[in-house]
C-alpha cells in the first residue's frame, strides 16, 4: 500500500465522499486507499460502468428511434418523452411533463378515452389512426400503439406507454396514389367515349348542315336546325376537353418563370376581378429558380385555381398568391428542394367532406359546373412533376398549393 490516511478523519471523509458519489450516480473523485476498500472500489466502479453502458445503450434506442415514445403514469400524466415526440410536437420534454396525455390529442375527449381503454380494459391499440395536436395547433395525422409500462420488478402496471407517427407523408402518398389510380381510368374509360361519340357527331353535323340548306330562308324549321348545329358544336367541345383530360399531351417542358405566368392569367382575369370586386395580392419570393415546366399548361392550371377561386367569392373578396422556395418536398422520385405556389382565397371554403373529392372528375357543386377543373389541373401538374394540395376552412376560404421540384442544373436564377 502506497499512501496512508493522516488520520482517521480523513479516511472518514473520503469514504463518505466516496460512497455518495456512488448514490448519487456519478463516478467517485478518489478512491479510498484502504486495500480492503480500494478492491471494493474497483468492482463497484466496474459495475457502475456496465451498468452506465447499459443504460446508455437503452436511452440511445429510446432517443434515436424515429417514433415518438410517450410514457404516462396511471392517471395519465406525461412522465417522459423521447426526442422524435418532442420533435413531433414541438415540446420540450420539460414543458409536457406532468401534462396529460389527453392534450396532445386534437380531439382531447378521443385522448381520454383511448388511455381509459387501455387502463380500464387492458386494451392494446395497433397503429390507431388519429389526428394530434402540436404545440402551435397544428393537426397532424398520427398512427399509435399502446401498452402497459410494467414495473420491471413486480410486474405491476405503472403505466402506459404511447408509440407515435407521423403519417401525413404516408397519408399523402396514398391520397395521391388513389387519386392517379382513379384518374388513370377514367381517363381511358373517356378517351374511348369521346372517340365513339365524335365520329357519329360529325355525321349528325353534316346531316344537319345540308337539312338547313334544303330550308327556305326564314323557314322556322330551319332555325330548328341551326340550333340543332349550335347544340352539336357544343358537345364537341365537351368532348374535347374530356379527350384533353385523358390524353394532356407531352409536356413541352423548358425552363420557365413561374411568376411571369402568373402575372400573365392576372391580366387575363383583371376585368372580371374588378367586376366582382375582388383584389388581388401578390408576395413573391426575392430568390425564384426557373421551373421546368410546359408553361401554357402550368398556365392552365393556375388558370383553372383563379377561376375556382372567384367563384367561390360571389360577394367580393381576396385572392393571394405567393410563392417560395421550400427545402423539401416529398415527391414521387423522393424528396428535394420545391418551389410552392400557393393561391389563396376568401371564399365560401370547402366543406373538409368533400376536400378529397373536389379532385375526382365530374365532381362539382356549382349548377354550371362540370367538375373537371381540378382534375385535369392535377393531370397536368402530373405531367410535369408537379403536386397539389388543399387546406380549407369553411366559410373563411381556402389555399391551393402547388410544389414544383427545383432542377438542380439550372442555376439561372431570376432575381
Ligand atoms: N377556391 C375554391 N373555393 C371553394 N370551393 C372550391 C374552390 N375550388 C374548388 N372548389 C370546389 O371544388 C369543386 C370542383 O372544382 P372544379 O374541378 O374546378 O370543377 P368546377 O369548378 O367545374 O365545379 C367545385 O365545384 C367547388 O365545390
Ligand atoms: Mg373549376
Redesign the pocket.
Known amino acids: 500500500m502506497s499512501k496512508q490516511y493522516k488520520n482517521k478523519k480523513e479516511a472518514a471523509l473520503t469514504l463518505q465522499k466516496f460512497y455518495s458519489a456512488l448514490e448519487a450516480n456519478r463516478q467517485p473523485e478518489e478512491a479510498p486507499l484502504d486495500s480492503d476498500y480500494k478492491s471494493k472500489y474497483n468492482l463497484l466502479l466496474k459495475r457502475f460502468r456496465e451498468l452506465e453502458k447499459v443504460f446508455d445503450f437503452h436511452r440511445g434506442i429510446i432517443q434515436q428511434i424515429s417514433s415518438g415514445v410517450i410514457t404516462t403514469d396511471l392517471n395519465g400524466s406525461i412522465t417522459f418523452i423521447n426526442r422524435a415526440a418532442q420533435d413531433i410536437f414541438g415540446y420540450h420534454y420539460l414543458d409536457i411533463q406532468g401534462q396529460n396525455i389527453s392534450t396532445l390529442f386534437a380531439e382531447p375527449e378521443q385522448g381520454t378515452q383511448f388511455f381509459k381503454r387501455v387502463i380500464k380494459e387492458g386494451h392494446q391499440y395497433q397503429s390507431k389512426e388519429t389526428y394530434l395536436i402540436t404545440k402551435d395547433g397544428e393537426l397532424i395525422p398520427a398512427g399509435f400503439s399502446t401498452s402497459y409500462y410494467l414495473n420491471p420488478e413486480n410486474k405491476e402496471p405503472e403505466g402506459v406507454i404511447f408509440i407515435f407517427r407521423n403519417i401525413t407523408v404516408v397519408n399523402n402518398l396514398r391520397r395521391q396514389l388513389e387519386r392517379m389510380e382513379r384518374l388513370a381510368t377514367l381517363g381511358e374509360i373517356s378517351a374511348g367515349i369521346a372517340h365513339e361519340i365524335r365520329n357519329p357527331l360529325a355525321g349528325i353535323k353534316t346531316s344537319a348542315q345540308v337539312l338547313e340548306e334544303s330550308f327556305s330562308p326564314g323557314d322556322f324549321r330551319s332555325q330548328l336546325v341551326s340550333r340543332i348545329v349550335k347544340e352539336i358544336d357544343r358537345s364537341n367541345d365537351l368532348l374535347k376537353r374530356f379527350f384533353n383530360f385523358a390524353k394532356p399531351g407531352r409536356p413541352k417542358q423548358e425552363f420557365q418563370d413561374i411568376e411571369m405566368i402568373i402575372d400573365g392569367v392576372y391580366l387575363l382575369m383583371a376585368p372580371r376581378l374588378k367586376k366582382r370586386n375582388i383584389t388581388f395580392h401578390t408576395d413573391f419570393s426575392s430568390e425564384m429558380p426557373r421551373l421546368y415546366i410546359d408553361g401554357s399548361q402550368i398556365e392552365q392550371v393556375i388558370l383553372?385555381?383563379f377561376?375556382?377561386?372567384v367563384?367561390?367569392?360571389p360577394e367580393g373578396g381576396k385572392i393571394m398568391i405567393n410563392t417560395k422556395i421550400v427545402k423539401e418536398y416529398v415527391f414521387e422520385q423522393g424528396s428535394q428542394q420545391a418551389v410552392v405556389v400557393e393561391?389563396a382565397?376568401t371564399?365560401?371554403?370547402?366543406p373538409i367532406d368533400?376536400q378529397e373529392?373536389?379532385?375526382?372528375?365530374f365532381?362539382?357543386?356549382?349548377s354550371?359546373?362540370?367538375?373537371?377543373?381540378?382534375?385535369?389541373?392535377t393531370r397536368l401538374l402530373e405531367e410535369n412533376g408537379g403536386k397539389i394540395e388543399?387546406d380549407?376552412a369553411e366559410g373563411k376560404?381556402?389555399s391551393?398549393r402547388i410544389y414544383f421540384p427545383v432542377i438542380e442544373s439550372d442555376t439561372s436564377k431570376i432575381r
Open positions: 383553372n385555381l377561376i375556382n377561386a367563384e367561390a367569392m393561391i382565397d371564399g365560401r371554403g370547402i368533400q373529392k373536389i379532385f375526382n372528375p365532381f362539382t357543386t356549382k354550371d359546373g362540370v367538375g373537371l377543373g381540378l382534375s385535369i389541373s388543399v380549407s376560404g381556402s391551393f
